[in-house]
């Protein structure tokens, strides 16, 4: 066993020691989700003040509306009954330090983890790479700001997507713990039913 599979599952072990969640029902209590980042410095459930049940949180790299998350969004919905949405993107993001083309190249050269300096992402390795990476938007971001409008106005006109849905647009600063607002985002996802 690793030592990380040890910690995890001790830690699981004290968790369901005094595991007393087990009725909550389905739906999230509080009627909302959050599309956002799967950097390990944001949680959710502290910026947000959520208790377990309150609320779907989404994850991918950079939060960004991506076909999956939007797929998400809408089971949230339909199924499940939230009536608001947050996309949260954050300051500081690995998505605004590199480029689809940067990434393609890199698994094109190998598949062992690369390094970054002040000059830009380098491959660590030797081959095999592979050219899989092609095929793939990553869905970098060049502007924070301008990827929040982008996220907020994707799920919005998404043909899966009441209109009766409000949907804001926020960075979180990794420095502050503020969520700070893109109105630009929250005017493009104001409900319109």
């Known amino acids: 066993m690793s030592q990380i599979l040890d910690e995890v599952l001790n830690a699981n072990a004290q968790y369901r020691a005094s595991f007393d969640k087990g009725d909550l029902p389905m739906p999230p209590a509080r009627g909302f989700a959050i599309l956002t980042c799967m950097d390990a410095r944001l949680d959710p459930a502290k910026y947000a003040g959520l208790a377990e049940g309150d609320a779907h949180v989404i994850r991918n790299a950079g939060g960004r509306a991506s076909d999956d998350a939007i797929r998400s969004l809408v089971i949230s919905y339909k199924l499940l009954g939230t009536r608001e949405w947050f996309v949260i993107h954050h300051t500081d993001c690995g998505m605004e330090t590199f480029t689809d083309e940067v990434m393609r190249g890199l698994l094109a050269s190998s598949l062992k983890t690369a390094s970054v300096d002040a000059s830009g992402w380098h491959d660590s ?18 502007d924070n700001a301008r990827s929040v409008v982008e996220d907020v106005s994707r799920i919005r006109r998404h043909p899966l997507v009441p209109g009766k849905i409000p949907i804001h647009g926020y960075i979180y600063d990794v420095r502050t713990g ?6 630009e985002a929250t005017v493009a996802g104001a409900a319109t039913a």
């Open 125 to 142: 390795g030797e081959g095999p790479g592979s050219t899989e990476g092609q095929y793939i938007d990553w869905l970098t971001i060049r």
């Open 178 to 183: 503020a969520l700070v607002e893109v109105a």
